[in-house]
């Protein structure tokens, strides 16, 4: 599977991986790991329908596809603990080869690949061997005004920010369902278009080894890309505010490679693939980027009529089988995304239930203290996750204070001013207010909880 | 952020000798200073490619004087498959674009350039010790070693590591642990 790659005396070669993505009959290489459609790559055929608005084109099947193919290998391979970077060649056959290996999609394709994992990928694509067809070709009626698209997920961001947008475009504004829970009722009749990802991606006998997950980004941005395509949108509204978008470029820990997985700067690099791709202009949008989470919460429960509905909404990334208190799922409310959004609840002057999270209570003095009572196996990367998390919004809260940092935040707002056409005076103005407003968030949140928290304690502020 | 950050990596063998000394109040500043001088530098050996070191040797020193800004960000910002797959080398990348557009040429934009990646660079490590302290370690353990790291990567001569990563004569020799003391006037300042 693996194989060994050149490199200079100083130097480890980067870790690598071969993979063939096979259809029906095919064979892999000698040295490559199978990936084969059907059994890795999993479709549902009636959700691939919910991408048949017109007529069906192989460009739809091939670009999910290639989603899949990388995400198959980004999940397969274990990053090395001390160095980040992997090398990863994948071959995936298509419909449409000359298409995708021109060398204008080539190239915006691995600038994206790269920039979003840290990886080094090298793509190729052969002809199929036999063409995929859907095999009920019923189109979906929809609106010809349809201006934007937004990627729809649990997540409090997607609740509040499509909420937001939608009071202001109403229906010319389309959602695209991330994951592969449908959000339309089973019991609708009418059909509706991206009402999932219409594939899933499997090991053969054994479970994933890699975590970090660098390619979702990639997945999610190339899904709406699709979506707009089809509808003909020119404009991908990113559901994210300030700190889950930029938060995790700024403050990188160790060898860990910037997570630009919401960044503009990797939504720049999308907008190329889009358009060598499908020779469209396609835009990503960020209307809460210079917003604290806290701000699109107090914004959408002030202005929407479903304002409530954000009590519904998920953070928590972490599986049922770890946060369960008496047999059913809550939030964590320790990890990074759930620390985030009870700082934001906070700070728009809401609250939920304790027994929404698995930590109730995080004025405890200690860690263990802090969960529920029926919750009995705290795991040791729970508590990791925790300061990992708390360190991480702390970290953001005091960017701006130590020197250190300057470079780092000069250096951002450059890119920003770049990726999102303004001035660099006016990015280091936003990114300074976004930062000064998340301390603002956070320390009223740390003091809220008290001095004898056990997240207090962890901060530099003990 | 649907997920993540989580938990930092596990910390590289250099830097994890610098957290080790900045533990026992024997090691003066100095000691510490120069310790993390040294995982920098193995840092940066094992991380940026040497042929990514040339290429932008090349870019700061070639002539600049027809070419606008925005073309010399660019031709920076095309060498990024020589990083791909290295973060510090990236980072390089796009410290140099960014140097470059503020118009800085020569000896000096290029050690400017590597000056602002190894203090960047040192922030994220500064976390992860950070990190892995508040795990592992009791309180009055974890702010000793966050106050002493601290000070050691304040103390560095970052120009002149700059200078010494940007040499085209390669590696200078150094000590791979702190130096022990052990002559007569060696103990600890008073």
Not at chain 1, 20 to 49: K, M, Q, W, Y
Not at chain 2, 35 to 49: G, H, M
Not at chain 2, 115 to 144: D, F
Request: net charge positive.
């Amino acid at each position: 599977m693996k194989t060994s790659h050149k490199s200079t005396p100083d130097m480890k070669p980067l870790a690598s991986l071969a993979v063939d993505v096979l259809d029906a009959g095919s064979r892999p290489r000698a040295g490559r790991t199978p990936c084969h459609i059907g059994t890795n790559l999993t479709f549902t055929t009636e959700l691939l329908e919910s991408y048949c608005l017109r007529e069906w084109e192989p460009i739809i099947y091939d670009a999910l596809i290639v989603m899949g193919a990388v995400e198959f290998c980004d999940r397969i391979f274990r990053r090395p603990v001390q160095h980040w970077g992997r090398e990863i060649e994948l071959r995936i056959p298509v419909h449409e080869p000359e298409r995708w290996n021109a060398s204008e999609v080539s190239r915006a394709l691995h600038d994206a690949l790269c920039f979003v994992t840290g990886d080094r990928w090298s793509l190729s694509f052969i002809a199929r061997r036999t063409p995929f067809t859907l095999p009920k070709q019923v189109p979906i009626p929809i609106a010809s005004d349809i201006d934007a698209v937004i990627p729809f997920s649990d997540g409090l961001d997607s609740c509040a920010v499509a909420g937001l947008m939608h009071k202001q475009m109403g229906d010319r504004m389309m959602r695209v369902r991330l994951g592969t829970k449908r959000f339309c009722s089973p019991e609708s009749t009418e059909k509706q278009p991206f009402t999932s990802i219409p594939y899933k991606v499997k090991r053969t006998n054994s479970k994933f080894v890699e975590s970090s997950a660098r390619s979702r980004g990639f997945k999610f941005a190339m899904v709406s890309g699709l979506a707009a395509y089809l509808v003909q949108a020119n404009r991908i509204i990113v559901p994210e505010s300030g700190q889950g978008a930029l938060g995790p470029a700024l403050v990188p820990v160790g060898q860990t490679y910037e997570d630009y997985r919401n960044h503009p700067m990797f939504m720049s690099r999308m907008e190329k693939v889009l358009f060598a791709l499908y020779g469209r202009r396609i835009c990503y949008a960020f209307p809460r980027i210079w917003y604290t989470k806290g701000e699109t919460l107090d914004s959408f429960v002030k202005e929407c009529c479903d304002g409530p509905a954000w009590a519904t909404t998920w953070s928590c990334w972490q599986p049922n089988y770890q946060v369960s208190v008496e047999h059913k799922k809550r939030q964590c409310g320790v990890c990074a995304a759930c620390q985030l959004r009870r700082m934001s609840v906070h700070a728009a002057g809401l609250s939920e239930r304790p027994d929404t999270y698995v930590w109730e209570n995080l004025k405890a003095s200690s860690f263990n203290e802090g969960a529920a009572g029926g919750f009995t196996h705290v795991l040791k990367a729970q508590y990791q996750y925790a300061i990992a998390g708390t360190l991480h919004l702390a970290e953001l809260s005091a960017l701006q204070e130590d020197q250190m940092n300057n470079g780092t935040i000069k250096l951002a707002a450059s890119q920003l001013a770049k990726a999102l056409s303004l001035t660099e005076s006016e990015a280091g103005a936003r990114l300074a207010r976004l930062l000064s407003q998340h301390k603002r968030e956070w320390n009223g949140f740390l003091d809220a909880l008290g001095e004898s928290s056990f997240i207090v304690k962890w901060t530099r502020r003990s | 952020m649907s997920d993540g950050p989580f938990r930092s990596l596990p910390l590289a063998r250099h830097w994890r000798e610098l957290a080790k000394l900045a533990e026992n109040g024997n090691y003066s500043r100095e000691d510490l200073a120069d310790a993390a001088f040294t995982a920098l530098e193995k840092t940066w050996r094992k991380d940026v490619p040497a042929a990514l070191v040339v290429a932008i040797h090349g870019l700061f020193l070639k002539p600049q004087h027809r070419l606008f800004a925005s073309d010399r960000v660019e031709e920076v910002e095309a060498l990024s498959d020589l990083a791909a797959g290295r973060p510090l080398g990236r980072l390089l990348i796009e410290h140099a674009a960014m140097v470059v557009q503020e118009g800085l040429s020569g000896e000096i934009g290029m050690i400017e350039a590597t000056q602002r990646t190894v203090e960047a660079w040192e922030a994220r490590t500064y976390r992860q010790i950070e990190e892995h302290y508040i795990r592992e370690a009791p309180p009055s353990l974890t702010r000793k070693v966050r106050e002493r790291v601290w000070n050691a990567l304040a103390d560095g001569d970052r120009r002149a590591l700059a200078r010494l990563l940007f040499s085209q004569q390669g590696r200078v020799k150094r000590p791979s642990h702190a130096r022990k003391h052990v002559g007569l006037d060696e103990g600890v300042a008073l």
